[in-house]
């Protein structure tokens, strides 16, 4: 197992902005990507966005393009979600993953490509 934890969420107006981080506590990554999911309720999870840790490519779901933001911190082990621009339907839980393969096959197979889950922390956007 490799813990992640997240952090970041919480309660923000419409039109708002969040910063979520993700930290692995026990290792570093070299050849792995790192995703955000997120699951509102009665909804199934979702894929949000990806990175690569070698190359930093990212891929992003088309309803967050152009409002948030994945990247990989200077610590090896961390990676954000900016999130910009908020609405009310992005309110969810947010999941960070790891995943053995890359961040493109993390984009077109979702969850099933992640080999390990954070927590989740919740995200509420008041309108």
């Known amino acids: 197992q490799v813990p992640l934890v997240e952090s970041g969420g919480g309660l923000v107006q419409a039109g708002g902005s969040l910063r979520l981080s993700c930290a692995a506590t026990s290792r570093t990554f070299s050849n792995y990507a790192m995703g955000w999911f997120r699951q509102a309720p009665g909804k199934e999870r979702e894929f949000v966005a990806a990175i690569n840790w070698s190359d930093l490519r990212t891929f992003y779901a088309d309803f967050v393009k152009g409002r948030f933001t994945i990247s990989r911190g200077n610590a090896r082990n961390t990676v954000y979600l900016q999130m910009n621009s908020l609405k009310p339907d992005d309110t969810a839980v947010y999941y960070c993953?790891?995943?053995?393969?890359?961040?493109?096959?993390?984009?077109?197979?979702?969850?099933?490509?992640?080999?390990?889950w954070g927590e989740g922390t919740l995200v509420t956007v008041s309108s």
């Open positions: 993953a790891v995943s053995r393969s890359s961040a493109y096959v993390v984009r077109t197979t979702g969850q099933r490509a992640m080999d390990y």
